[in-house]
């Protein structure tokens, strides 16, 4: 096989083996299906794949991952893409604006905004304490989702700022911070030496992660049994073990 163009997804971690560009039976879905996937999701794609492909043998699923406005923009301009997968909703909305979806999103997962403290803490419960002089706050950056959510909702003056939410549970961690707003894929995983606070504000302004066939994909077989697959009790288990509420 020739190498890849550059920017062509490429076999996702588990390293398959490709099997042709579509499916071998045109009612059975087999073949290679194209995903583009916001990087948040990368964990738990890799993992649906590996389960997807043994349910449907035949199948290599194959992954970029990235920025979902990048995607988008590509998806709209017409790349040979069968499935697109979101974070946030300005890259969906584009994609189903300009029709290159085929049908309408489903939503598969939402990424709350929670408080992260350290477990022996004191006088961190909600977040007005956040707001109390001398509070040491930390925030992602801004223009990353999770800063910039953080700025329009919670009204907190940051005493440091981190580039992602890894960086600012880092923080809290180290004993730099008393608190950061993170998303909850943020300290999935994180042990028992942190504190998750939940808050209103931060589950109603959730990030939503959303699924869609694509009109110019070449596998529609594939693509409409891995949307619907990324809904089933098993890919709910695999994205809430990565800290996503399932939808």
């Avoid at 045109?26 to 916001?38: F, H, K, M, N």
């Avoid at 999701?41 to 389960?51: Q, S, Y």
């Avoid at 790349?79 to 029709?99: I, N, P, Y």
């Amino acid at each position: 096989m020739p190498p890849a163009p550059q920017g062509a997804p490429t076999g996702h971690q588990h390293g398959g083996h490709h099997h042709g560009e579509g499916p071998g039976d045109p009612g059975q879905p087999g073949g290679r299906l194209v995903v583009y996937a916001d990087e948040q999701l990368r964990e738990t794609f890799t993992v649906l794949a590996e389960k997807f492909e043994a349910a449907y043998p035949g199948t290599d699923v194959l992954f970029e991952f990235g920025a979902s406005d990048n995607h988008a923009r590509r998806v709209v301009a017409g790349a040979e893409v069968d499935v697109f997968a979101s974070g946030g909703t300005a890259g969906m909305a584009s994609v189903v604006d300009r029709g290159a979806a085929r049908g309408a999103p489903t939503v598969i997962a939402r990424n709350p905004l929670v408080i992260v403290t350290a477990a022996t803490a004191e006088g961190v419960d909600d977040l007005t304490d956040l707001r109390r002089p001398g509070a040491r706050v930390v925030l992602c950056a801004r223009h990353t989702r999770c800063g910039d959510t953080a700025r329009k909702i919670a009204d907190v003056r940051p005493t440091m700022v981190r580039p992602d939410g890894t960086a600012a549970v880092a923080a809290v961690r180290a004993g730099t911070a008393d608190a950061a707003l993170v998303f909850r894929t943020d300290i999935a995983g994180a042990g028992t030496e942190l504190r998750t606070i939940d808050f209103p504000q931060g589950v109603e302004h959730a990030d939503l992660y959303a699924i869609v066939p694509v009109g110019a994909g070449r596998n529609p077989v594939a693509a409409d049994a891995f949307v619907a697959f990324t809904s089933s009790a098993l890919a709910k288990r695999v994205l809430s073990d990565s800290g996503f509420t399932p939808a």
